[in-house]
């Protein structure tokens, strides 16, 4: 650590107001990262920042006078407010989400009720001349952000999403796209880790900050290129993905951990982990615009086995970035509706489940304000047909639908599956809306596929 964030990082610490159980500030390239209890407050740059309420994945915050509601960045960019760029990296009632102990220490980093990443919105959250996005870009390589694949995605009461899984489907069996050194550092460790014969993890210790260490999962330990102990520098190669057919993404995460910790909990857990969301999309686009994905043409399947289908479930709440979702609100902390199947995707065929009451096997059960949900793909304006499967295998169902305010059927099932067959809808708000109708407060409704297509002005009728 240079004298410069030495001395920045005493006087910011002085100014901090929290109680004594707070850990310190945490700096990463220009943004810093503070705990805050309901109440508190912290002075960044001549604005007092105040934590003022954690409303399940939202937390409210009064940055000098203003107040704004922010969302837990699980895959969501920072926001300026008063001169100040923020975004809350994890907070309380998202972390409470999972029960299981073990998993627990994935969210060590938050020692208050929440954790705000504050930075100057005239400088990069990362040096672009030092930080390099951890994938070559070399063979074509597109990040999808698809949902299982950002921070403290729950994926089920013992587990929630430790880092960030970056979807490499297309390159399964070969060498191609290649992880690379985000900065300059020490390889600090290299484990076998036993999910398969070649997987293998990677520890990077950063050189800019020596507290803090990188970790890749899923790589293929004969791709490996560095050894423990070796010096490398930011865009170097490290090794590949590829190898055993199951694995199509690098589980990736930055850690803060204590150094007086186990050497088996330092470098076999996910503990400390800093939320990087917002980092490594300035990384790979180059700044922190909203770029928002439209769907023309989609053949969603709901559920199923995230890691065959390049992590995407179509679970998730809302969001611009990938251009499709659940309207949840603040209303549902998990951040997606239910599924078939809780364990990750074993049953084949499933479906998203939808009731008035979900995620009642977990310490945070939540209720739908309205008895209906409504999923919506971003799409040009324009005329479209429709095709939407519902049901579900494993449950009887009942639904009414809705495609774009047509009713596209009324469906009471019994284990079993049906298609509306072909709907044709005209999209004005560029949002493609399905509308889920509930019987009561009982009966679940079920979302198996979608399908959708823009046709042309001659062929609609």
């Known amino acids: 650590m240079n004298k410069l964030t ?44 105040t934590l003022v309420e954690n409303k399940n994945n939202f937390s409210i915050v009064d940055v000098g006078g203003r107040r704004v509601k922010l969302m837990v960045a699980r895959r969501s960019l920072p926001e300026v407010v008063n001169g100040i760029r923020i975004f809350i990296a994890d907070n309380r009632p998202v972390a409470n989400l999972t029960d299981n102990e073990n998993n627990k220490g994935v969210h060590a980093a938050l020692s208050a009720d929440a954790l705000l990443c504050l930075s ?27 949902e299982n694949s950002h921070m403290f995605a729950y994926l089920r009461p013992v587990r929630a999403h430790e880092g960030i899984d970056i979807d490499l489907s297309d390159a399964r069996g070969w060498k191609k796209h290649a992880l690379l050194a985000p ?35 899923h790589v293929n330990r004969y791709s490996i290129l560095v050894k423990k102990g070796e010096r490398v520098h930011s865009g170097q190669p490290v090794g590949y993905i590829w190898g055993d057919g199951r694995w199509g993404h690098l589980h990736f995460a930055l850690r803060n951990y204590d150094y007086n910790e186990n050497e088996k909990v330092i470098y076999g857990g996910f503990n400390y982990l800093l939320n990087i969301f917002p980092q ?15 769907w023309n043409v989609g053949s969603f399947r709901f559920a199923g086995n995230y890691w065959i289908y390049g992590n995407r479930q179509h679970l998730d709440f809302f969001d611009p970035l990938v251009g499709y979702g659940w309207q949840l609100d603040d209303w549902c ?40 949900f409504d999923f919506e793909v971003v799409v040009s304006n324009g005329k479209y047909i429709v095709n939407v499967r519902v049901g579900d295998m494993y449950t009887g169902t009942w639904q009414r639908l809705e495609i774009e305010g047509l009713d596209a059927g009324t469906f009471e099932l019994d284990h079993s599956l049906r298609s509306t067959g072909e709907k044709r809808v005209e999209v ?33 009728k």
């Open 6 to 49: 030495y001395y920045f990082l005493i006087l910011v610490s002085l100014s901090c107001h929290c109680q004594e159980n707070c850990q310190q500030p945490i700096m990463w390239g220009n943004a810093l990262y503070v705990n805050l209890s309901i109440g508190e407050s912290y002075v960044f740059m001549d604005r007092e920042i």
């Open 280 to 294: 490594m999309y300035e990384l790979y686009h180059g700044d922190l615009e909203p770029r928002r994905k439209t």
């Open 120 to 146: 100057d919105p005239a400088k990069p959250l990362l040096d672009p001349v030092k930080f390099v996005f951890p994938i070559s870009r070399d063979n074509g390589f597109t990040w999808t952000m698809a």
């Open 333 to 372: 902390t998990h951040g997606r509706v239910e599924t078939s199947c809780t364990d990750e995707g074993i049953l084949p065929d499933q479906s998203a489940r939808l009731s008035k009451i979900m995620h009642s096997n977990t310490t945070q059960p939540v209720t739908n304000p309205d008895n209906y």
């Open 428 to 460: 004005n708000d560029g949002h493609l809306t399905v509308r889920i109708h509930l019987l009561d407060a009982f009966t679940p409704a079920g979302l198996n596929e979608l399908h959708f297509s823009i046709t042309g002005k001659n062929n609609y």
């Open 183 to 217: 900065e300059d550092g020490i390889i600090k460790e290299i484990l076998y880790t036993g999910h398969s014969d070649v997987e293998s993890r990677i520890f990077i210790q950063s050189a800019s900050h020596p507290e803090l260490t990188y970790t890749y999962s």
